[in-house]
């Protein structure tokens, strides 16, 4: 098989490419190395997964390249059997000081990437990461209660939100909007079958080769400040939740559709830990002082244009469907991604 994975030198997509590299396939990075800039990264940090994945794999093609130049997409499209589309402007707050830019990026960018499958000979299946911001404000219309260190849905049943809970009439933010108008058309290009494709709307995905930065990762931001001594700003009142998973497990729900492609042409899963792996925000930092015996200071600031008090993946679609399940628990993962951070400290 040959993938070319968009966003490749990013953290989702690194982890993509390596698993497929690890596998024997051939693998095309397709990055244009700008979250330096749109996330204020370190420049030496914002070209790690570049060089890591450069010098590790034989098989792995880097092209430096811009989803937003259609025709550089439609010739790194030309002859592969899937595209993974990980690139994107990933920040909210970034969205609404430059919206154009984040719209030219993930709603027109994503446009480019189906055209480019759809003329591509080899008819690649497309893999679109899209985002739980999709549903914007109306999740804070399900009733939550305060319980402890967190809030949870008054309902004690409710499995968490489901592929068909309303996405209109509410507040999106532009990253929200952007990435829906993505998700619509990677929908529509499969439902009309110019495209095999899955829309995967992730929630709170996090691991190592993460830099997180109080904008975008809040994982891994809160765990690389821990680690460094580094002050933490909570928007809110910190006992926003989120279901949490492990980046593997999310590369193992986009192969887990690619291998029933021959029956599954289309679909739309939400994508993240479920009920059995959630945690506030006020929740990962005392895990973290457990794990690290350190804990930052905490400074807390007003809530954050349509940020979710309660945000969980009813994830039994991709149970059922894909034969996936989440396997690394979150004590697993934030243990590993803590390690990392320790082990690779002079990159922050």
Request: one cysteine or more; charged letters at 25%; a negative charge.
């Amino acid at each position: 098989m040959k993938a070319l994975v968009t966003g490749g030198a990013g953290f989702v997509g690194s982890h993509v490419a390596e698993y497929y590299a690890r596998k024997g396939d051939e693998v095309i990075v397709f990055d244009n190395l700008s979250r330096a800039e749109l996330l204020n990264y370190d420049a030496s940090s914002a070209v790690y997964n570049w060089n890591h994945l450069n010098s590790s794999y034989e098989n792995i093609e880097m092209q430096k390249g811009d989803i937003r130049d259609a025709d550089a997409i439609k010739d790194a499209a030309s002859d592969v059997d899937v595209i993974i589309h990980a690139a994107a402007q990933t920040a909210v707050t970034t969205s609404v000081v430059d919206p154009r830019t984040d719209f030219e990026i993930n709603a027109l960018g994503t446009f480019n990437i189906l055209e480019a499958a759809r003329l591509s000979r080899t008819s690649p299946a497309v893999i679109f990461c899209s985002t739980n911001k999709v549903y914007g404000d109306n999740v804070n219309g399900i009733p939550v209660e305060a319980r402890g260190e967190r809030y949870v849905f008054s309902d004690p049943d409710f499995m968490g939100i489901p592929e068909t809970f309303a996405t209109d009439l509410c507040e999106h933010t532009p990253y929200g909007a952007s990435k829906y108008a993505a998700d619509v058309y990677v929908q529509d290009y499969a439902a009309r079958g110019e495209v095999d494709a899955a829309v995967f709307r992730m929630s709170c995905i996090y691991g190592t080769r993460q830099f997180g930065v109080e904008d975008q990762g809040w994982v891994a931001w809160f765990t690389i400040a821990t680690l460094l001594g580094m002050p933490i700003t909570i928007y809110g009142d910190g006992m926003q939740v989120r279901d949490m998973l492990y980046v593997t497990d999310l590369v193992a729900a986009f192969d887990a559709f690619l291998d029933r492609r021959d029956r599954l042409h289309h679909g739309v899963y939400n994508m993240g830990g479920g009920r059995e792996n959630t945690m506030s925000l006020s929740e990962l930092l005392n895990m973290l002082e457990e794990i690290t015996g350190s804990r930052s200071e905490v400074g807390y600031a007003d809530w954050r244009p349509s940020d979710q008090k309660v945000y969980i993946s009813d994830i039994s679609k991709a149970r059922e469907e894909l034969g996936w399940k989440p396997d690394v628990t979150p004590r697993d993962g934030v243990g590993r991604l803590a390690s990392w951070v320790e082990e690779n400290e002079k990159l922050f």
